[in-house]
């Protein structure tokens, strides 16, 4: 099947961007593995951004920001479906007891820090708070009371969504298990489910504590235990009349029950209530409360939250173009429901990221080792959709096009460091490139070891790439571009217009000039030229290049000729993250292993001199760097098995002989 925006993820965030999206006039599917099981059910629906004392600014921010959405926003679902949200403003108590000091939950002492001229708290001592709510446990000295945080009853809340998302035209498939991403140059083109590859034109990952089977994102479940007490027929009407925010503890009032929670368990999927979170529970709730302690158990429950090391969400683009984020809302899911689905729809249908969103996005847990490579935006943990290995070689590669222009290999070589021409020759027959790049200045000026080259190869065959190697300002390399033009009409391609732009004024570590290099591309690329700009890793460079009209962009891995091998690993992902046009890793590479790690980055192509000239065999060299290319792509189309922390058996563990 095909849907213009397919969803992961059937909780309230995933239900409410589906509604958002479709309110904006979208074809919506959304793909849940079971309704049942989403966080959503674990909560008890506290809008609690100010008795929470969230300490991050930005998160403050915008939870502040949902929680004054949440009026409109419940009022326009109510109106929608008939249904009501259990929406209210109700405000929230926040107790200390007397370990605190009197100073305020946390001492904090009588200044909350989360007050501010947005969102007032007032301290309320030993008497008021007692007079304010009655029946609070003895132990309670004063308090916070923060009037406008507010409530939702969560449940009700997830009924109306999902009878909203269905009541406009929201497809809604239920008892779909999402098994993988299937990806190419950095687009994703559908996933892998238990009922077949669904495909769409962009895809929300909304997965919740599930989203790390699917992509390695550091989302982790954190089970949550909870209970409800009933309010007995002899108590008066809601006794609790606010919702208490204590120590590891909170009791949300609701019509003729008390909901209790919440424990917070590393312990991954693991299932069901435990005496010992229950106790845990009832203990805190007692002390807090002290009468609850007659009221009739209701129920138990547990659910799976979605935490992240910062416990702040994952909001925003990803690696692939065509796929957003919006997963790790751990505790605030609930609260932050309104701003994500207002956020996610504006990124997605008017490209508009909104500032706040930089705070959440997913590179933030990226490490930037020298030579590793951090595995979110590794595109190959993302299969090709090919499960069946038919053939030898099963994934079939898009050919790379170059300026309009199509290519089979994805290996470029050059002329230059060789002991001979022979030696170039047989190279170049080796390496199976279609592409070989040669130093104009060089060829014209008949320079030690270019003596000849222009008749050395069967340029019939080979694509001639023209480089300005040598000069050290814009002026020279645009003079030495046209110089290579007209060398590659006289040798017979009439129609090429190819350039590999090099501005290096760095004689000691031949480092590229990027304001020479962007001012010659501008002008290169208004004369007619296919631009192929030598660049240090600058993502912002490379972008500024892209736009003016590059053909691709050439960021080196380390200095030229040095042999170092990957050394910009985290700059080169990024800026293939983002590249509309081709990226030729190029600089640097000094050994197959290498230019493999280089292609499964995601790099389109490879640029190799020095590491086969250089080499005591370059022929076999060549051939290496052939094998290496072609291996490192189909990796990174095929897809590498996920990285997890523990052992899993190669051989069943079912059906074996025991004696």
Partial sequence: MTSEIVIIGGGVIGLAIAIELKLRGTNVTVLCRDFQAAATHAAAGMLAPDAENITNEAMLSLCWRSRALYPDWTRKLEELTGLNTGYRPCGIL????????GQGAGGRGEVSPSASNFSPAYWLNNEAIHQYQPGLGAEVVGGWWYPEDAQVDNKALAHVLRTAAESIGVELKDGIRVEGFLQQQGQVVGVQTNAGIIRAAHYVLASGAWSNELLPLPVVPRKGQMLSVRIPEFAPDLPLKRVLFGQNIYIVPRCDRLIIGATSEDVGFTPNNTPDGIQKLLQAAIRLYPQLKHYPIQEFWWGFRPATPDELPILGTSHCQNLTFATGHYRNGILLTPVTAALIADLILEQKPDPLLANFHYSRFQSQPSTSTPMLTHS??????????????????????????????????????????EEMQQSVIASDCQIVTVAVRRVQTKAPGHEGLAEALDWTKIWMLPNTAGCQTAEEAIRVARLGREMAKLLG??????VKLEVIPDLKYLLPDPIGTLQAAEQLVKEGFAVLPYINADPMLAKRLEEVGCATVMPLASPIGSGQGLKTTANIQIIIENAGIP?????????????????ELGADVLLINSAIALSPNPAAMARAMNLATVAGRLAYLAGRMPIKDYASPSSPLTGTITS
Wanted: hydrophobic share 40%; proline share 7%; no cysteine.
């Fill in 94 to 101: 926040a107790p200390v007891f007397a370990e605190a000091g």
């Fill in 380 to 421: 190959a943990n993302f299969s090709n959709g090919h499960h069946t290995a038919i053939s030898p070689l099963p994934i079939q590669d898009s050919p790379l096009i170059i300026a309009g222009k199509t290519f089979q290999s994805r290996l470029m070589t050059g002329t230059g460091k060789y002991r001979s021409i």
């Fill in 493 to 498: 391609q009439e129609d090429n217009n190819f």
């Fill in 583 to 599: 990226v030729v890793v190029d600089a640097g590479i000094g050994s197959p292993s290498e230019a493999a790690q280089a292609m």
